[in-house]
């Protein structure tokens, strides 16, 4: 266990509509990343929020928007769902947003219809 | 994008010492060699970091060449369980591009 958790475990979401993903990292880790993994890919970089503000981002368009809170908790939110947006939402929470081991929740498994 | 070559599959005899290479020649100054793996659909999991020097914890040594442009992942007595997908990583501020990574079966 990572103590990095994620809710909820299975969501199956219709196209078009939007979907809010969220991640409790573990204890006193102020540095929380997303990713995107599908099936029989390596994950995918979305995004990093570092004390609260968006400190990096990957190749994925605006509807793809994130938040991190004060106790720095975090949310993934995808609007305009797509089937291709179908996949395990992974994030990963570090004690300093520097080089450091990062620890990954078991992820949101995600299914557009 | 990955900045990262690894091969696709790798076997081990379990007990034996696992070496799983990856190639990163592009890799910048600043720049840290990660490795990860996934068992099944679960999380990745932290295996070990470096810089430049070489590191050996509890679970694996990470060797990596002088000129950093390719590193070795080593398991020193393979089990059933290190049968995982291993991911080598470049990157910094925990912002990680990972490629398709080493399938690795250890065989009874």
């Known amino acids: 266990e990572t103590g990095v958790t994620q809710s909820p475990t299975h969501l199956i979401k219709t196209r078009g509509q939007q979907v809010t993903l969220r991640c409790s990292s573990q204890?006193?880790?102020?540095?929380v990343s997303w990713y995107q993994q599908a099936l029989g890919q390596g994950p995918q970089f979305i995004f990093q929020?570092?004390?609260?503000?968006?400190?990096g981002r990957g190749n994925f368009p605006p509807r793809f928007s994130g938040l991190q809170f004060p106790n720095y908790s975090s949310e993934l939110n995808v609007n305009a769902l797509e089937l291709d947006d179908s996949a395990l939402y992974l994030c990963?929470?570090?004690?300093?947003?520097?080089?450091?081991?990062?620890?990954f929740g078991q992820g949101t498994r995600l299914t557009v219809v | 994008d990955a900045k990262t070559t690894q091969p696709p599959s790798m076997d081990c005899a379990e007990g034996r010492a696992a070496n799983l290479p990856c190639n990163h020649s592009?890799?910048?100054?600043?720049?840290?060699v990660y490795w990860y793996r996934q068992i099944h659909s679960q999380g990745p999991q932290y295996i070990i970091h470096?810089?430049?020097n070489n590191e050996t914890n509890e679970m694996a040594s990470l060797i990596i060449t002088e000129d950093r442009k390719s590193s070795t992942l080593i398991l020193p007595h393979a089990t059933l369980r290190d049968t995982a997908v291993y991911y080598c990583?470049?990157?910094?501020?925990?912002?990680?591009?990972f490629g398709t990574g080493t399938s690795l079966t250890v065989i009874p």
């Open positions: 592009t890799i910048s100054g600043n720049e840290y």
């Open positions: 470096g810089l430049k």
């Open positions: 204890s006193g880790h102020n540095t």
């Open positions: 990583i470049v990157g910094v501020r925990n912002q990680f591009y």
């Open positions: 990963a929470s570090s004690l300093v947003v520097e080089n450091t081991e990062a620890f």
């Open positions: 929020y570092y004390r609260e503000e968006e400190n």
